[in-house]
């Protein structure tokens, strides 16, 4: 730094703006007795826009960071952050009982002495879910004995059944559940006067 007297100088002297840039003063600009100065020889609006040129530079650099931090996710995530919408196959006591993309409706026949009315299918027919014990299953029987299938069912231990997929053949009929404690779920299915069987 240099200390002038009171008279123009030849040259640009730079001073500094409150967020950092470099300015400078215009020439023959009349500095006061003592006052520190420096002389530069790069112009006022040269010497701003280097200093808006770096923060612009800066900025772009914090944004393409944070897009390689987002890119680096997706890719850990197997390319996509979006859920699946696929449903996940019904599995009771190991065995798939039913694998497709819509979500069926399970009836749950496990709770002994009462009574269930189904009034729809779900897909693949009816899917009845007849113990949660895998050591330990139920029998089921239908009436009238040739109104529904059973189409698959999930073996137990003892040599009952777990759970079992039904394809009805008649709009209405009944299907007991028997317990290994000796008690039944009933459950009475009516599909309605509009009732089509399915093709097997």
């Not at 231990?157 to 079992?164: N, T």
């Amino acid at each position: 730094m240099t200390n002038h007297g009171s008279r123009p100088l030849d040259a640009w002297t730079r001073t500094r703006c409150p967020d950092g840039c470099v300015l400078s003063s215009p020439k023959h600009e009349s500095v006061r007795m003592g006052e520190p100065t420096s002389i530069i020889t790069r112009p006022r609006v040269m010497v701003y826009r280097s200093c808006r040129t770096v923060r612009r530079s800066i900025a772009g650099l914090a944004l393409l960071a944070s897009l390689a931090v987002v890119v680096s996710s997706l890719t850990a995530c197997g390319g996509s952050s979006m859920p699946s919408n696929a449903a996940s196959p019904w599995v009771v006591c190991g065995t798939t009982l039913m694998n497709s993309a819509a979500h069926p409706s399970v009836t749950d026949a496990t709770t002994p002495a009462r009574t269930i009315r189904v009034g729809n299918e779900t897909v693949g027919g009816i899917a009845l879910l007849t113990s949660r014990d895998c050591d330990h299953g139920a029998v089921l029987s239908i009436t009238p004995s040739g109104a529904a299938l059973v189409t698959k069912s999930a073996p137990t231990k003892d040599g009952a059944i777990a759970g079992a997929t039904i394809s009805p053949r008649r709009a209405q009929f009944t299907i007991t559940v028997r317990h290994t404690d000796g008690t039944a779920t009933v459950v009475k299915v009516d599909l309605g006067a509009n009732f089509k069987p399915r093709a097997l």
